[in-house]
């Protein structure tokens, strides 16, 4: 039935393009699944296909193991937690006591899902000739029938497991289930259990309706929408994880693979397709999220040549001319694009159906599950914005990224074409990269580094009023500047610093905006100057021995100084004030 239902979808999704419907209602059919009543039942089939009787499941993992089921597990549950379209799975304990999900296959499967594929195959053929398109769209069915093939043998789903598992196990936000090898065949896979709540179980609590609770107060309901939200943030997370960082990505993303645990992280279920990413696509899908964020459309079309989306011999300057047109209506709130990611894809969707681009695999993966992430929290929350939530991810990404690609797009947000800092656009991409504690501060995806903290950046971004500061708030700031560029992690900020048009920077030191960082310089020097006078006279004997009264044996040294100290004696500093001055001199 899923399957049929697949191929429905699918081929309902092309005649609408045939017909000329509106695009975004295309890429947002993931969204339109989980939120339009009339598609709420075929929505549900991802958990509630149909189960097949007990006996015939109990028959298979007799088959499989050649012995009782009382000797491979020590307790089944009678009816199974889950039905999905490969298989079905039940609770079950281990003989050392173990809570495990026993997924096992349904009978005779192979025979339905070759039938299936053939008959997609046989309309994607008829549609082509239909929509008389160049490329062979029923090569589709193929990769399809491919990865379905893979997946009904669950030895295969055991080693994705296991990969995904060992890929992803540094960040602690992301919960993988541990495979049972020795309890695992080709149609029996055995993983650590999973307990945790379904998004749509919490999206129901959120709106109220829960079966086993006549009525919900509104602590529980608010309680729900936080679990909820906070699931998709880190599911964001998590989908920009595997595409920037690991390169390993979740074939089957939807809502129904996904669990929100008890202690806040986000599990995911069923490994019988993974898709492995080139590092150049990761470097051009990271460049484009920052292109679409800075309304640069130009540059967008080059990110989408680098991810072999955009076909040889495209007028590319038709293509960017058209994304103008679409995306230039685009407004921006905070320095975020006001609108809903579905509806980007969208428009960008329109056009690569006009100029016949091609979909890698990776693409629609990762299109498909953060617009299905974004689909659910809309449907809680009409305000959230994706893009938020993804962009402090992207912007801590190129703070610790030092590879040259990654270094040339952080260029571009914070240079103009004069290498000029755009100052505006820096406290901005400050700003944005602290913005809420939303995922980063509670998942960790990138580790903590001395200098690169989340606060700090926060406090540092602010530095646009602090004119209308204290001059202890001043100083603080000031000497978080200092310590991010101390900071050992902090090489691309120094980089980008020697890169600047130095004539530009000395310019900004001496504008009127940049009197409070002057007093602060005079101040934090001063403070340095007496420190070395005090070390090098005599005065500092009589401190140390408290014959001056005046002078306190225990004085602190402040951080300021502390941190010019640290900058004066810095070698790699030293360089780039070197270079700052020798370019000012000429």
Same mark, same amino acid.
Request: hydrophobic fraction near 45%.
């Given at each position: 039935?899923?399957?049929?239902?697949?191929?429905?979808?699918?081929?309902?999704?092309?005649?609408?393009?045939?017909?000329?419907?509106?695009?975004?209602?295309?890429?947002?059919?993931?969204?339109?699944?989980?939120?339009?009543?009339?598609?709420?039942?075929?929505?549900?089939?991802?958990?509630?296909?149909?189960?097949?009787?007990?006996?015939?499941?109990?028959?298979?993992?007799?088959?499989?193991?050649?012995?009782?089921?009382?000797?491979?597990?020590?307790?089944?549950?009678?009816?199974?937690?889950?039905?999905?379209?490969?298989?079905?799975?039940?609770?079950?304990?281990?003989?050392? $006591?173990?809570?495990?999900?026993?997924?096992?296959?349904?009978?005779?499967?192979?025979?339905?899902?070759?039938?299936?594929?053939?008959?997609?195959?046989?309309?994607?053929?008829?549609?082509?000739?239909?929509?008389?398109?160049?490329?062979?769209?029923?090569?589709?069915?193929?990769?399809?029938?491919?990865?379905?093939?893979?997946?009904?043998?669950?030895?295969?789903?055991?080693?994705?497991?296991?990969?995904?598992?060992?890929?992803?196990?540094?960040?602690?936000?992301?919960?993988?289930?541990?495979?049972?090898?020795?309890?695992?065949?080709?149609?029996?896979?055995?993983?650590?259990?999973?307990?945790?709540?379904?998004?749509?179980?919490?999206?129901?609590?959120?709106?109220?309706?829960?079966?086993?609770?006549?009525?919900?107060?509104?602590?529980?309901?608010?309680?729900?929408?936080?679990?909820?939200?906070?699931?998709?943030?880190?599911?964001?997370?998590?989908?920009?994880?595997?595409?920037?960082?690991?390169?390993?990505?979740?074939?089957?993303?939807?809502?129904?693979?996904?669990?929100?645990?008890?202690?806040?992280?986000?599990?995911?279920?069923?490994? $019988?397709?993974?898709?492995?990413?080139?590092?150049?696509?990761?470097?051009?899908?990271?460049?484009?999220?920052?292109?679409?964020?800075?309304?640069?459309?130009?540059?967008?079309?080059?990110?989408?040549?680098?991810?072999?989306?955009?076909?040889?011999?495209?007028?590319?300057?038709?293509?960017?001319?058209?994304?103008?047109?679409?995306?230039?209506?685009?407004?921006?709130?905070?320095? =975020?694009?006001?609108?809903?990611?579905?509806?980007?894809? $969208?428009?960008?969707?329109?056009?690569?159906?006009?100029?016949?681009?091609?979909?890698?695999?990776? #693409?629609?993966?990762?299109?498909?599950?953060?617009?299905?992430?974004?689909?659910?929290?809309?449907?809680?929350?009409?305000?959230?914005?994706?893009?938020?939530?993804?962009?402090?991810?992207?912007?801590?990404?190129?703070?610790?990224?030092?590879?040259?690609?990654?270094?040339?797009?952080?260029?571009?947000?914070?240079?103009?074409?004069?290498?000029?800092?755009?100052?505006?656009?820096?406290?901005? #991409?400050?700003?944005?990269?602290?913005?809420?504690?939303?995922?980063?501060?509670?998942? $960790?995806?990138?580790?903590?580094?001395?200098?690169?903290?989340?606060?700090?950046?926060?406090?540092?971004?602010?530095?646009?009023?602090?004119?209308?500061?204290?001059?202890?708030?001043?100083?603080?700031?000031?000497?978080?500047?200092?310590?991010?560029?101390?900071?050992?992690?902090?090489?691309? =900020?120094?980089?980008? =610093?020697?890169?600047?048009?130095?004539?530009?920077?000395?310019?900004?030191?001496?504008?009127?905006?940049?009197?409070?960082?002057?007093?602060?310089?005079?101040?934090?020097?001063?403070?340095?100057?007496?420190?070395?006078?005090?070390?090098?006279?005599?005065?500092?004997?009589?401190?140390?021995?408290?014959?001056?009264?005046?002078?306190?044996?225990?004085?602190?040294?402040?951080?300021?100084?502390?941190?010019?100290?640290?900058?004066?004696?810095?070698?790699?500093?030293?360089?780039?004030?070197?270079?700052?001055?020798?370019?000012?001199?000429?």
């Amino acid at each position: 039935q899923i399957l049929h239902s697949y191929c429905f979808i699918f081929l309902t999704s092309i005649c609408f393009t045939l017909s000329q419907l509106s695009s975004a209602h295309i890429l947002s059919l993931e969204i339109k699944l989980a939120l339009a009543p009339q598609f709420q039942a075929l929505a549900e089939l991802h958990e509630r296909v149909p189960p097949f009787p007990r006996e015939d499941a109990m028959k298979i993992i007799e088959g499989e193991f050649e012995r009782p089921v009382s000797q491979v597990f020590s307790y089944i549950s009678d009816e199974p937690v889950a039905s999905a379209s490969f298989g079905q799975v039940y609770q079950g304990r281990t003989f050392d $006591g173990a809570l495990v999900a026993i997924k096992v296959q349904r009978p005779n499967l192979l025979p339905s899902v070759l039938r299936d594929i053939y008959i997609l195959r046989l309309g994607l053929s008829f549609v082509r000739k239909v929509a008389k398109r160049r490329s062979n769209i029923s090569l589709y069915a193929d990769e399809l029938g491919k990865g379905f093939v893979d997946e009904l043998d669950y030895n295969i789903e055991a080693d994705n497991a296991t990969k995904f598992l060992d890929t992803h196990s540094k960040y602690s936000f992301v919960m993988v289930p541990k495979v049972l090898k020795q309890l695992t065949r080709k149609r029996v896979l055995t993983m650590e259990w999973v307990a945790g709540e379904n998004p749509r179980e919490l999206l129901s609590l959120a709106k109220g309706i829960s079966g086993s609770i006549a009525q919900l107060s509104e602590k529980q309901k608010l309680d729900a929408k936080a679990r909820l939200l906070d699931l998709v943030n880190k599911g964001v997370e998590a989908s920009l994880v595997q595409l920037l960082e690991t390169g390993l990505l979740h074939a089957d993303p939807h809502p129904g693979n996904l669990r929100y645990t008890p202690d806040g992280r986000v599990g995911f279920l069923d490994f $019988g397709l993974l898709c492995e990413m080139e590092k150049k696509h990761s470097r051009a899908m990271l460049s484009s999220i920052v292109h679409i964020v800075n309304g640069d459309w130009a540059s967008l079309v080059y990110d989408l040549i680098e991810m072999d989306v955009v076909p040889p011999r495209t007028n590319l300057r038709r293509v960017t001319m058209d994304l103008e047109d679409t995306l230039g209506e685009v407004t921006y709130e905070g320095g =975020i694009p006001d609108i809903k990611f579905s509806r980007v894809l $969208g428009k960008i969707w329109s056009i690569a159906l006009k100029y016949h681009f091609r979909m890698p695999p990776y #693409f629609t993966l990762v299109l498909r599950s953060i617009a299905s992430l974004e689909g659910l929290a809309i449907a809680q929350d009409g305000t959230f914005k994706t893009f938020q939530a993804a962009y402090p991810y992207v912007v801590r990404k190129l703070l610790s990224d030092n590879s040259l690609d990654t270094r040339k797009v952080l260029h571009q947000v914070i240079f103009n074409r004069r290498k000029e800092f755009q100052w505006q656009k820096i406290a901005v #991409f400050l700003k944005l990269a602290s913005a809420r504690g939303n995922f980063r501060q509670n998942t $960790g995806a990138l580790p903590e580094r001395k200098g690169l903290d989340v606060s700090n950046l926060a406090e540092i971004s602010d530095a646009s009023s602090l004119d209308r500061a204290t001059p202890e708030r001043a100083m603080h700031t000031a000497n978080l500047c200092l310590r991010l560029l101390l900071s050992r992690d902090s090489i691309v =900020i120094r980089r980008l =610093i020697m890169t600047a048009n130095h004539k530009s920077l000395a310019r900004d030191l001496i504008s009127k905006d940049a009197a409070i960082f002057r007093a602060l310089l005079s101040r934090a020097l001063a403070d340095v100057v007496c420190q070395w006078m005090v070390k090098v006279t005599a005065l500092k004997q009589l401190r140390d021995r408290g014959d001056d009264p005046g002078l306190s044996k225990e004085a602190p040294i402040s951080p300021v100084v502390s941190s010019l100290q640290e900058v004066v004696r810095d070698r790699r500093l030293k360089v780039i004030f070197s270079k700052f001055v020798k370019d000012l001199r000429e």
